[in-house]
């Protein structure tokens, strides 16, 4: 479904490469968790796959497929057809997902090209069962709130209410367990468990191993821009080929037997 070879970005100013030859692949309803250290380049990885990155600033090489088309040739007017539909991504930090000048309800219309009284009501009606899954009851408030009216994690399930509502075929999520409290985890986890079973397919960009290890089929430990080992959860976790991934598990094993 997903196929990216030999990746790499690298800065225009400064040369410097922030993502180095990195292949992975993710077949229909499979998640690979995408792990590893702060700035080790998972958060550029997946913009590009969205096409995020300004051609301006970064050198792009290698390939990312989807569906057989090569993502980064495809053309800006023709991406909208992609983003959202097909492959939706939830940032990393939902405080700059959002027109910060708008009114949430009007940046959804706006955003799904809603037209008319009817199509607005039926929307909100969806978003509404969308929103009560993810712990927010209150849409009325939610729909008449500017972004910084309302928290980061607040955000942050709003916009897994809209990737939901949008029903796309491959969903990346970059950390959207790290801003919220351990309840609306627990349901976000829930949500996202709901659509593996739908047969979505899911990159999940994660810290915390008890995630990965809850969703995801495969994982791909990254450092320093580059993939180190990639395999079986289970596998990766229980047996760990690299060194630096050995100190992860190590380190996340002995945090959880502190907290106990
Ligand atoms: N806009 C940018 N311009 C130049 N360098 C950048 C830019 N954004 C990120 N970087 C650099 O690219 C590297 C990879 O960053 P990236 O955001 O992908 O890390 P990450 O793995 O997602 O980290 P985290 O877990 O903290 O989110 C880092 O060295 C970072 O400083
Ligand atoms: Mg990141």
Not at 26 to 34: D, P, R
Not at 171 to 198: C, F, H
Not at 237 to 249: D, G, K, N
Request: hydrophobic share 40%; aromatic share 4%; proline share 3%.
């Amino acid at each position: 479904m997903l196929t990216v070879t030999n990746l790499s970005i690298r800065t225009k100013q400064t040369k410097e490469t922030l993502v180095r030859s990195v292949s992975f692949s993710v077949k229909s309803g499979e998640v690979l968790g995408l792990i590893g250290e702060s700035g080790s380049g998972k958060s550029m990885t997946s913009k590009c796959i969205m096409r995020l990155l300004n051609p301006r600033l970064f050198d792009l090489h290698g390939s990312v497929q989807w569906n057989g088309k090569e993502m980064l040739a495809v053309k800006l007017n023709e991406l909208d057809g992609y983003r959202g539909k097909q492959i939706s991504m939830i940032p990393q930090n939902p405080m700059t997902a959002f027109a910060p000048m708008l009114k949430l309800g009007k940046q959804m219309e706006l955003g799904f090209s809603l037209k008319g009284c009817r199509e607005r009501t039926q929307f909100r009606g969806q978003l509404a069962a969308a929103l009560a899954d993810v712990n927010l009851p209150d849409a009325e408030k939610i729909i008449n709130s500017y972004p910084h009216e309302l928290s980061g994690g607040t955000l942050q399930r709003v916009m897994i209410a809209l990737t939901i509502l949008q029903r796309p075929e491959l969903i990346i999520a970059d950390e959207i367990t790290t801003a919220v409290d351990a309840a609306s985890e627990y349901l976000i986890l829930n949500e996202l468990e709901k659509l593996r079973r739908a047969g979505v397919s899911m990159i999940v960009v994660t810290h915390d191993f008890g995630v990965a290890a809850r969703l995801c089929d495969r994982v791909a430990v990254m450092k320093d821009g580059e993939i180190i080992e990639e395999g079986k959860t289970r596998e990766v976790f229980s047996a760990p080929q690299h060194e630096y991934t050995r100190q992860l598990v190590q380190a996340s094993v002995l945090f959880q037997e502190e907290l106990c």
